[in-house]
Structure formats: C-alpha cells, structure tokens
C-alpha cells in the first residue's frame, strides 16, 4: 500500500472515538465494555446519518460537566428487548458497574431516560429546562410535524447539566436546532404516523359523533379552567382557519376553554360524556394496574425529595393531593379508576417539576385516550365546534376512545360510563381532577 493512503488511514482511525471501532454492541455487557472505553456511545441507528460527528457534539458538551457523563444512543439491548422502562433499567446497570454520574441513554425502541448519582445539586434538579428548549425547537423547526432527534435531546440535555437550575438559552437552542442533525426526516416520522394509524380504529358513524361533538362542547364550555382568554382567542383563530392551518409543534401548551368560564363544577353536576354506539374503541390493557402501581410509587418517590417549602406550595399540595387520589381509586380493582390512577400519578410528578419550574404548564391527558399521554394537541370531534386537547397521533389519525368492558354491552367508550373519569375526561377537561376525585370518593364514604 502506497505511504500517503496509509497514513491517511491511521491518522483517521487513530483521530475516530474509540466506539466507531468496535461492532455495535448487542447486551447490557458488551454496551458496558464499550463505555469503559469511551463514554459517549452513539450507534449508527442514532447518529443522523454521522455517528462520529454525534459523538463530537456530545463529547464537547459532556466536557462542561461537573461530574461524570455517559449517554447511550443505540439500539436495543437484546437481553432487554421486551422489557418495561428500557433505557431506565440499563442505566440503573451502567451505573452499576461504572459508578455514579450523569447517565443519558435512549434506544431506538422507547423513551430517553436521564438520572445523575452522586448526591450533587443534579441529583435533584429536574429537566423541565430541557423540555422547555425540545418544544421550542419543534415550535420552528422543518416540516409539518417536526419532531426532535434522539442525538438532539441529548445535547440539550448535556448543556442544561452544566447548569442545571438555570433556562438553557434561547440563542443555544437556536443554533443547535438549525443543525441538520436536530430533526428526525419527514420520512422517518411519516412511518411512525402509519403505525400509530394502524393502533386506532376507522371513525365512527356521522351521527354517533354528532351525538359526541354536542355533548363534549356542553361539557368543556361548563368545565374548561379559568385564565385562558388568550388561548380562546386563540382556539377561535386557529378554527376559522381550520382548511389550511398548521397545527403547531407548541400547542400541547393550549388548553381547552370557553368565554367567562371558571373551574370545573363538582362532579355531580357534570354529565357523563357520550360519543354514541359504534364509536372505534380500545381496550384497557390487562396489566393496568401493575402499570398505575409503578407509576404512583415513582410520583411518591418524587414527591418524598421535595424539600419542606416546595412540599408546602400550592404545586406541591397538588401533587400530595394527587398521590392520595391515585392511591384511593387503585384500590378499588375497576380498570377505569387504574387508569386514573395512571393519570393522576403524572399530574402529581408534573406538579412537583412545577415546583421548582413554575412556568410549565399543568399535566393534561389525551382526551381520546389518556393512556396515550400528555395532550399536545387538539382534536375536532365531528359535529362539535370544541377543539378536545388530544395527543398528536389522535390529532391526525382516525381516534378510537379507551373502553371498558360492561357486563350487558360488551365494550364501551369510557366516556359512556357514569364515572368522574367521563365527567372530567380523566382531567382533560378540567384543571382540578385531584381535588374532585377526593371530593367523589369521600361522598361514597
């Protein structure tokens, strides 16, 4: 071989991080022996087209942390393929066997998990700076439903480490946005909107939700919180444009409400929701409970770090109350109140993040399906001139309500069922469901 060409080729293996060489790791231990080597690992599948460059940008923003940093970006180990909370029991074992520090780790399959041990200020910060800058970011970036890369949240996440109790700057999160790394492609994100199609069911019937729209409307304009009149003006332009809008990336943050309206009536006073027979449905998952369980000790687990004057705010009296509500309605065994108890264990790890961020805004579930998560979005229900707070997918998808099995009609939209869950949309429609889930299981007593 000619000189020049192999120098060349040992200047850039010598120059590559030291996880390009070696084969993409397949289990927990052969993840774990790269990362003695090199501590930032990102794999192909999660490098945007350049692994070597992601490991760069993540290195330089790593360097600015007091403490030690790992992030994973990779696939899926394959020993814990079809486990719950992936990427958070991997990182439960990298430290394990690395020791403590700031740990990143995110897999192709699942959500991004972020913990630091070591007992510093980190250990206790929360990330809602880096959600902040994630929905700015998408709030401008390319295409239609722009959605930020894995490598993307990572940097953000590094940056807002370095100082954690502080906003990551607007000017910051500009610049890494316009890179060409920082959006997953309309393609990628096209294939995840098939999917998501084919887990809903076709729409139901023109009268069924006529029948739907009719009553949703009655019950948002009687329950919808207070102080929005920004976000109603809001709503009404965005619907008189409705042919040709573009649904932005921010609107998780807009809340369903009507003109003059003040917090949500008791429950008692409030009718159950009907979306009418025939209405697409999906079932509760069997394990529901075991899934409400585990989130209600992490909300409890959250809530417990708070110190005395954060527990004593009004967000953090929202969250104790919203562990006790979670707590009752698990006992009771009826899927329904699991889910809700689901739910009420994300608002309460919402409010203790709104107990040191104050900005961000309160916890509100898909209204379709509060299994889906956070509503981010809205959703026209046919026949209705109300704009249900909605997950994406059910933003642009055919949606299909959660539904219980009765004993005489087999499965139901929940919001057929004479429940606070009905009433309220499971909080979707209201801004108190702590408080009057408590209020409903006290009057039962």
Not at 252 to 269: E, F, I, K
Not at 340 to 361: F, H, M, N, Y
């Amino acid at each position: 071989m000619p000189l020049a060409p192999t120098l060349a080729l040992t200047a850039l293996l010598l120059g590559a991080p030291a996880n390009a060489l070696s084969p993409p790791a397949d289990t927990v231990d052969e993840l774990v022996a790269q990362l003695r080597d090199d501590p930032i690992l990102v794999q192909p599948s999660m490098g945007m087209g350049d692994s070597a460059a992601a490991h760069d940008v993540l290195a330089e923003a790593a360097a600015d942390v007091g403490v030690p940093v790992y992030v994973v970006l990779a696939d899926t180990p394959a020993d814990l393929a079809g486990t719950d909370s992936i990427a958070e029991q991997a990182a439960a074992l990298f430290r394990a066997e690395l020791g403590d520090g700031l740990y990143h780790v995110e897999f192709r399959e699942g959500i991004s998990y972020t913990r630091s041990w070591g007992g510093g200020e980190l250990d206790e910060a929360y990330l809602a700076p880096v959600t902040f800058a994630l929905e700015r970011a998408e709030s401008s970036g390319p295409g239609e439903y722009p959605q930020a890369s894995a490598l993307l949240e990572a940097v953000l996440t590094l940056r807002w480490a370095a100082a954690p109790l502080e906003e990551l700057p607007d000017a910051m999160v500009d610049e890494y946005a316009a890179q060409p790394w920082a959006f997953l492609a309309d393609s990628d994100y096209d294939r995840a909107d098939a999917t998501a199609g084919r887990r809903v069911a076709v729409l139901a019937t023109s009268f069924g939700l006529l029948v739907a729209g009719v009553i949703v409307t009655l019950v948002v304009a009687r329950a919808a919180p207070a102080g929005r009149g920004d976000v109603r003006r809001r709503l009404a332009d965005q619907r008189s444009r409705a042919a040709d809008r573009k649904r932005a990336a921010s609107a998780g943050q807009q809340q369903v409400a009507s003109a003059g309206a003040t917090l949500s009536d008791p429950p008692s006073r409030v009718g159950p929701t009907r979306t009418g027979r025939g209405a697409p449905t999906t079932a509760v998952p069997a394990d529901i409970a075991a899934t409400a369980t585990r989130q209600l000790d992490e909300a409890r687990r959250r809530l417990a770090s708070l110190s005395a004057e954060r527990l004593t705010s009004p967000a953090g009296t929202t969250a104790a109350d919203a562990v006790e509500a979670g707590d009752r309605v698990l006992a009771t065994g009826d899927p329904l109140d699991a889910v809700g108890a689901t739910v009420l264990a994300a608002i309460a790890v919402r409010e203790v993040e709104r107990t040191g961020s104050p900005k961000r805004p309160p916890y509100r579930p898909c209204f379709v399906d509060p299994l889906h998560g956070e509503a981010r979005d809205t959703v026209r229900l046919e026949g209705s001139s109300i704009d249900a707070p909605a997950c994406r997918d059910c933003a642009r998808s055919p949606y299909a309500f959660l539904a219980v099995r009765r004993r005489f009609r087999g499965w139901a939209p929940y919001t057929e069922t004479s429940t606070i869950w009905a009433r309220t949309g499971f909080g979707a429609l209201v801004g108190d469901l702590p408080a009057q889930v408590l209020d409903d299981r006290s009057g039962r007593r």
